[in-house]
């Protein structure tokens, strides 16, 4: 008999893993003092009975709890205004952030800005930035995923586009991370194979860039190599049988290993996608994964020996760099992942833009090999082309 996939697990955070275990959400209320908690979450979700089904558990124990659904799949700085708004006249004491990146990066600044003065901006990850906010303004955070892909549940950022400029900005501070995660696979069943197959890249990708980074981390390393191991064996059985609740489990703990791993660094996979998803509103998983392979054939000087290495971890045939660019090719087919960004829709005369957004993104500074703005140029023509 298969072992069971469940535990009780403090690394990086209290998180609460197994089947079933959202029935235990009125209790890590109370473990953590929330007696009118507002929960965050996307429409689509909160058309959902599992929210439905909460809100009566949470009632039914005598916990006082509303709704705010107002988030935009690449939510914006006015999607955490009008939570801090709601938050704020229903005198709510705390967070429940529920759902995929979206909703959870939305619940995670609403409940770190409500007792803030300055703006969100002056939050954004760079240099010591985060000493800037009040620590006893941010409100406790309990995190419900609803998807196995980001990981923002256990991570201490939420990335929030600018409406005016956009582009996608990194809000970070070390009490952002959740204090306490209810992973429930059952939770990630209703997810179809397509947001399946884009989160479950999003999830690797996190890990790849975080093992890929410069820097010694090998805390960070060694969770972004099991966890690549983990979607390796899972995501494709994920993507064809929805109902699968060990791959889903699975998948699941590798996505909390990707926002783990990533504090190491992540590089320009992330870079070239961020711009596509502020301008155009493309899914930030499924950027990630088209974009994946044009960058790791682009790093190749710097992380040959690694890849190496991870292909002998992850048992590939061929346990070389170009045996694990044939993998990662045939695992995007075989989930439905498009070749091109030109599939995403973009187009040339994106190019000199998204350039110069993705020089300057955060993440670029990750990257193994140097990446500035005509690196980048010439990356995305490739992406658009499908030219590796």
Known sequence: MAQPLVGNWNYPTAIRFGDGRVRELADACKAVGLRRPLIVTDPGLAKLPMIADAMLGLRKAGIEVALFSEVKPNPVAG????????????????????????????????????????????????????????????????????????????????????EETHTKKVIFHP????????????????????????????????????????????????IAVEGMRLVKENLARAVKDGRDLEARGHMLAASQMGST??????????????????????????????????????????????????????????????????????????????????????TVDHLDRFAEMAAVDPTAGGNPVKAGVPEMRRLYEAAVAGRL
């Open 175 to 222: 009490k952002m991370m959740p204090s306490i995660v209810i992973a429930d696979p059952e939770l990630t069943v209703g997810l179809p194979p397509k947001l399946t197959a884009g989160t479950g890249m999003d999830a690797f990708i996190h890990c790849f860039e975080a093992y890929c980074a410069p820097g010694y981390h090998p805390y960070a390393e060694g």
């Open 261 to 346: 791993a990533f504090q190491k660094g992540l590089g320009a996979i992330h870079s070239l996608s961020h711009p596509v998803g502020a301008v155009l509103d493309t899914h930030h998983g499924l950027t990630n994964a088209v974009a994946m392979p044009y960058v790791v054939s682009f790093n190749r000087p710097a992380i040959d020996e690694k890849i190496q290495r991870l292909a002998r971890w992850l048992g590939l045939r061929n346990p070389s760099f170009d045996g694990f660019m044939e993998w990662t090719l045939e695992l995007r087919r075989q989930i439905g992942i498009p070749h091109t960004l030109a599939e995403l829709g973009v």
């Open 79 to 162: 999607n955490v205004e009008a939570g801090i708004r709601l938050l704020r006249a229903g005198k709510h004491d705390g967070v429940i952030a529920w759902g995929g990146g979206s909703g959870i990066d939305t619940g995670k600044a609403i409940a770190f800005m409500a007792g803030q003065t300055r703006p969100l901006w002056d939050f954004e990850d760079i240099g010591d930035w985060w000493t800037r906010a009040n620590p006893a303004g941010i409100y406790p955070i309990i995190a419900v995923p609803t998807t196995a892909g980001t990981g923002s549940e256990t991570g201490r950022a939420s990335v929030i586009t600018n």
